[in-house]
């Protein structure tokens, strides 16, 4: 707040008097001391001199990246972090950089027949696979259909997050640790809603867009920013759209489960283990904080749908009165909007795949990213013969979804369910204290000696990084133990 204040305040905090220059990399160099210090972020460079004090990181993170660029280190650390807005006061100009495409990227002869020319994809893909994806369209009368060409068998709907604002149309498609744009300015008007399509065997997306008018296209559209490119997924950055609050409901005494609608004019399913960011305007800045969605309940499959599936994204988030985001959260109105990002996230399904024996610790709110790795585990794993939950937390009352868990556990043979708490009652006759050595080596019991075994924890920042020591020191290897961090 006090940083919001000053830079609110009128001050010079550039020192070049609202001037915006072009920044040479001999120019940045020059200013590498607490008291001169500019940083490059994703091209643009900031004086965050003035920002040393307020700086959570304290000033030694800063000076690691004075007078160089430091987007790599800025996404190791708090790649979520809105930096734009934080610290917009600050921005001295943008780097002069020679550029780094062909000459004819943006030439549409190519652009247009979906091919990406190879000279960008040598460098990208070429380790990671040995097809590049493109893509073509065509039209009826009615429709245009997109079909994007992936040449990978790994492709379902959670990999392409499609949007659609006022005549700019984007496809994001994840292909491994990249994403493959299709970025246009339609020709035309399109209808709101739309339909994606996948065929998983040979990778091929289809999107079908309702015409708004029964005319013929002559184009798709005018190429927008970094259209038919393969970029590295950290270099892409976050991409938002405005969802609709519907409704909120207590399932603690401090934390509520939120149920954001995706607009009609997006198509976006967070993949399993992963979360997105939620976005906020407060005193006039975006502050923006990382969070995974979860099923509505833990038996959302025997539910009958109200409404159609994938349209709806809900969130156990707990209210820290104190706090700077979630209290403004909650005095959302329904009806209101907060802003959603693209997912992130480095778990990966295909751990899953033949798994035996999976293992879940969770502290606190740390539950949230287990309750969709549980629901699919159970579902779609047939190897799987068990699957435990050791769940801390302070009271009796601060544990979430506890009735759930329980009947889950009576209704599923495979599941089982403990509760350990740090601050429990007289009454209480469960396990309790904390995350230690003792605790796990009871409750991690493989069901055979050679079972294929994976073991997921998330919490606090003390919880994880104890509970991995922990897991290390009894021998379990790096392959089977993943850690949810944001």
Known sequence: MDWIR??????????????????????????????????????????????????????????????????????????????????????????????????????????????????????????????????????????????????????????????????????????????????????????????????????????????????????????????????????????????????????????KLFCLMLPPSTHLQVPVGQHVYLKLPITGTEIVKPYTPVSDSLFSEFKEPVLPNNIYIYFLIKIYPAGFFTPELDHLQIGDYVSVSNPEGNFIISQLQELEDLFLLAAGTGFTPMVKVLNYALTNIPSLRKVKLMFFNKTEDDIIWRSQLEKLAFKDKRFEVEFVLSVPTSEWSGKQGYISPALLSEFLKRSSDTSKVLICLCGPTPFTEQGMKMLHDLNFSKDEIHSFTA
């Open 6 to 255: 000053l830079t609110k305040s009128g001050k010079d905090l550039t020192g070049l008097k609202g001037r915006l220059i072009e920044v040479t990399e001999e120019e940045l160099k020059k200013h590498n001391k607490k008291d001169d210090c500019w940083i490059c972020i994703r091209g643009f460079v900031y004086n965050v001199s003035p920002y040393m004090e307020y700086h959570p990181g304290g000033e030694d993170e800063l000076m690691r990246a004075a007078g160089s660029d430091g987007t790599d280190l800025f996404d190791q650390v708090h790649r979520w972090v809105n930096y734009e807005s934080m610290l917009k006061e600050c921005l001295v100009g943008r780097m002069a950089m020679k550029p780094a495409l062909p000459k004819d990227y943006h030439e549409e002869k190519k652009v247009l027949n979906g091919m990406l020319p190879q000279s960008q994809v040598t460098d990208t893909l070429a380790k990671e696979s040995p097809s590049s994806p493109s893509y073509d369209w065509f039209q009826t009368d009615s429709l245009v259909t997109i079909v994007i060409y992936t040449k990978q068998k790994d492709i379902n709907l959670d990999s392409v997050i499609v949007d659609h604002r006022d005549d700019s149309f984007r496809a994001e498609t994840v292909i491994k640790d990249y994403s493959y744009l299709v970025h246009v300015a339609l020709s035309h008007e399109i209808q709101e809603d739309f339909s994606v399509l996948v065929v998983e065997n040979v990778g091929k997306i289809e999107i079908v867009l309702k015409k708004k008018e029964n005319t013929s296209w002559k184009r798709l559209g005018h190429p927008q920013e970094n259209h038919n490119s393969i970029i590295p997924k950290k270099d892409t950055g976050l991409f938002y759209r405005k969802c609709q609050l519907v409704s909120k409901e207590d399932v603690t005494h401090d934390t």
